[in-house]
């Protein structure tokens, strides 16, 4: 596969992961209110209302588990950087929120079936 290939079927992996994420929280009640938001520091895949918590949520696809699972992507720089952009989302959207919460939501690819998604509550 050519790395101009690569790229775009990581991109597509990721997109539909995050759509699967998004449905996933969105069926287990949270408001969406951003989704793939950007700035220079950084992006959130998802930012949702989960009743009075703001939630800054990362997704991570993975097509197999070969390269080890999901969960294991997310590192404490990686959580660092979600508490700022966090706050980084809020003062440019002008809402502080006292209660703020960083989930994973973790999307395994099978090569039948629907995908397998874990959703973790409060990973840092």
């Given at each position: 596969m050519e790395l101009t290939s690569i790229g775009a079927h990581?991109?597509?992996v990721g997109s539909y992961g995050e759509?699967?994420?998004a449905r996933r929280l969105l069926a287990?009640?949270?408001v969406l209110l951003d989704r793939?938001?950007?700035c220079e520091s950084g992006e959130i895949d998802l930012v949702l209302r989960d009743g009075h918590v703001l939630v800054v949520c990362e997704v991570k696809t993975r097509s197999s588990t070969r390269a080890g699972l999901p969960h294991e992507a997310v590192t404490e720089d990686k959580l660092a950087r979600l508490r700022l952009l966090a706050a980084r989302w809020q003062e440019e959207h002008g809402t502080r929120v006292p209660d703020v919460r960083v989930d994973l939501?973790?999307?395994v690819l099978?090569?039948?079936?629907?995908?397998?998604?874990?959703?973790v509550r409060g990973i840092g």
């Open positions: 990581n991109r597509a759509r699967a994420a287990e009640g949270m793939n938001w950007r939501v973790a999307v099978r090569r039948r079936g629907g995908p397998v998604v874990d959703h």
